[in-house]
Antibody, heavy 119, light 106 residues
Framework: QVLLVQSGAEMKKPGASVKVSCKASGYTFTNYYLHWVRQAPGRGLEWLGWFNPRNGDSKYTQKLQGRVTMTADMSINTVYMELQRLTSDDTAFYFC????????????WGQGTLVTVSS | SYELTQPPSVSVSPGQTAIISCSGERLGSKFVSWYQQKAGQSPVMVIS???KRPSGIPERFSGSNSGTTATLTISGTQAVDEAEYYCQAWDNRIAVFGAGTRLTVL
């Protein structure tokens, strides 16, 4: 079955960076985009961008341009989302989600990774 | 930037029909997906491409989209359907989510 398993919770200080992983299994890794969506505590869903394992392309929301990088380790079917220069506004659950094309529906989601930014 | 508007909350009695709306400019020309999120869990897609029900989603969930409004309908609502529901569409290669609707089954 399709599984997206994310890395564990992180606690970071303001100004630091965080790298969250999302390991995919149960399907052909290169056939689907992996997107990242975050959700601040008690808030709604916010799309962050995507990574295409087939060719290494990525696209990010303009809001985080310059601070976010999405990469992959193809040998272990894992995508990473790194966010730099963290502030308290980045405190949120971060989800990876599978999408068949660049812009279709999010059919499978990871379990979420809580990133807490606090001094 | 593109926006999707949902009512903050909808209440329904068990067995009744719940209707959750999602409005946006020219929304009928886009595909809309709906996601259910229960407390402490990841979102689950319940409707894709306006009205398609993924495998494993009960038949009581249905969707439509026309004009400026997409609608998620839950017929014969059950207590287990109590959750936050988000609509989502794409605009210029950017995923946009509605703010979410809290469905309460009284």
């Amino acid at each position: 079955q399709v599984l997206l398993v994310q890395s564990g919770a992180e606690m970071k200080k303001p100004g630091a960076s965080v790298k969250v992983s999302c390991k995919a299994s149960g399907y052909t890794f290169t056939n689907y985009y992996l997107h990242w969506v975050r959700q601040a505590p008690g808030r709604g869903l916010e799309w962050l961008g995507w990574f295409n394992p087939r060719n290494g392309d990525s696209k990010y929301t303009q809001k985080l341009q310059g601070r976010v990088t999405m990469t992959a380790d193809m040998s272990i079917n894992t995508v990473y989302m790194e966010l730099q220069r963290l502030t308290s506004d980045d405190t949120a659950f971060y989800f990876c989600a599978r999408v068949e094309t660049e812009a279709s529906d999010f059919d499978y989601w990871g379990q979420g990774t809580l990133v807490t930014v606090s001094s | 930037s593109y926006e999707l508007t949902q009512p903050p909350s909808v209440s329904v009695s068990p067995g009744q029909t719940a209707i959750i709306s999602c409005s946006g400019e020219r929304l009928g020309s886009k595909f809309v997906s709906w996601y259910q999120q229960k407390a402490g869990q990841s979102p689950v897609m319940v409707i894709s491409d306006d009205s398609k029900r993924p495998s494993g989603i009960p038949e009581r969930f249905s969707g439509s989209n026309s004009g400026t409004t997409a609608t998620l309908t839950i017929s014969g609502t059950q207590a287990v359907d109590e959750a936050e529901y988000y609509c989502q569409a794409w605009d210029n290669r950017i995923a946009v989510f509605g703010a979410g609707t809290r469905l309460t089954v009284l």
